[in-house]
């Protein structure tokens, strides 16, 4: 068995090269073990600047205006440079794997993927499982579709057969297996861009219905749904794979909020210095109240979104809250400073 490891990497964020470096060590070295050939290409262009000087020849692929399907034509937006770079560099593995050998497995993973230790076994044994199969058995295995973390059962490769209607999206996109073949058609449809990757891929399953496969056991996260990286892609991210920010993600609609159990549930995750799981804290305590509170994460939200290189332009949930917080912030200082006597009004009652 031979794996080609394709990685679509952002050279500019530090945190997501040692990220990555560190995963693919790992896996490496479970290959190494395995008697597994593995090489690994770095994709890590075209990068938004690139993209920008040929913002015409860009433009004249996008088409946003012939998706008339729903859910998927209240998807469609304006995409953004950090998108469409991100799309190109996945187009890039699409070409590249098209023109590779069919005899050996192609792995494609972004730089935010995040493999936790306790799941070695289960790519030691996903490995197993690969090699005693022949590669175009499998057209595309996806891994964020998987939900165990562990079992004692060995790992298998299960049929995923279609998307929800109601919520057609596929999870991550931070790992996947695909053929040549099935790459040769995808670097075909994405000659057209209509929306960003991750929505590119869930119109694809959702519209020719492909059979894709998952393994029985996870085998990774996406480090952003984790909280672990802001998206550098996505000027809004939801933490779908942390349990305290989902959590605090349905206090928003609670008319009586417990603010004990807000501050509890973001006391567990503060030490990821999130972003994301600031904004939400922010929003929450202002809802509640907590003004001098709001304020300070507000501005640590932005603060460190900026630290770490995150997405953040005019569609920003982020800084449109935050310009309500202050809005408000400020109506409310405003009304109190109007209720308090003036300093000058003894004087003007001397100069009458």
């Known amino acids: 068995m031979f794996l080609n490891v394709y990685i679509i990497l952002n050279k500019d964020v530090s945190s997501r090269v040692s990220n990555v470096s560190r995963n693919v060590q790992m896996l490496k070295n479970i290959c190494d073990h ?3 050939g593995t090489k690994f290409h770095t994709l890590a262009q075209p990068i938004v600047s690139e993209i920008q000087e040929n913002i015409k020849a860009y433009e004249s692929r996008v088409k946003l205006d012939d998706i008339t399907q729903e859910p998927f034509s209240k998807m ?11 799309f190109e560099r996945h187009r890039l593995a699409f070409v590249t794997i098209s023109n590779a050998s069919p ?20 790519w030691i044994e996903m490995l197993e499982t690969l090699s005693g199969n022949v590669p175009n058995n499998f057209s595309f295995i996806l891994l964020s579709l998987s939900n165990e973390l562990q079992s004692k059962t060995k790992i298998t ?3 995923y057969n279609t998307l ?3 919520q057609p999206l596929l999870p991550s996109k931070e790992g996947y297996f695909i053929t040549p073949e099935l790459a040769r058609q995808l670097a075909e449809r994405t000659k057209i ?13 959702y519209t020719d219905n492909p059979t894709i496969h998952y393994p029985s056991k996870r085998l990774s996260f996406d480090g952003s749904k984790l909280g672990i990286f802001p998206s550098t892609v996505h000027p809004n991210n939801i933490l779908i794979f942390n349990q305290e920010y989902m959590e605090m993600l349905r206090m928003l609609s609670e008319e009586n909020k417990d603010v004990q159990k807000i501050h509890r549930n973001y006391k567990i995750i503060e030490r990821l210095q999130s972003p994301d799981a600031m904004h939400l804290y922010a929003v929450l305590l202002f809802q509640s109240k907590q003004m001098d509170e709001a304020n300070t994460y507000f501005k640590k939200a932005i603060d460190t979104m900026v630290q770490q290189k995150g997405c953040i332009n005019r569609q920003s949930e982020l800084l449109h809250n935050a310009i309500e917080f202050y809005k408000n912030a400020q109506t409310d200082d405003l009304e109190t400073y109007a209720s308090k006597p003036s300093k000058y ?7 009458a």
């Open 157 to 159: 490769l299960e049929t």
């Open 164 to 166: 929800p209607s109601k």
């Open 345 to 351: 009004k003894n004087v003007f009652k001397e100069s």
């Open 193 to 205: 861009i209509r929306f960003n990757m991750r929505q590119t891929l869930s119109h694809w399953v």
């Open 103 to 122: 005899n050996e497995y192609h792995f494609v993973i972004e730089d935010d993927i995040h493999i936790l230790p306790i799941m070695e076994q289960n």
């Open 34 to 36: 395995l008697k597994i």
């Open 76 to 86: 469609v937006h304006p995409l953004t440079l950090h998108e469409i770079s991100n």
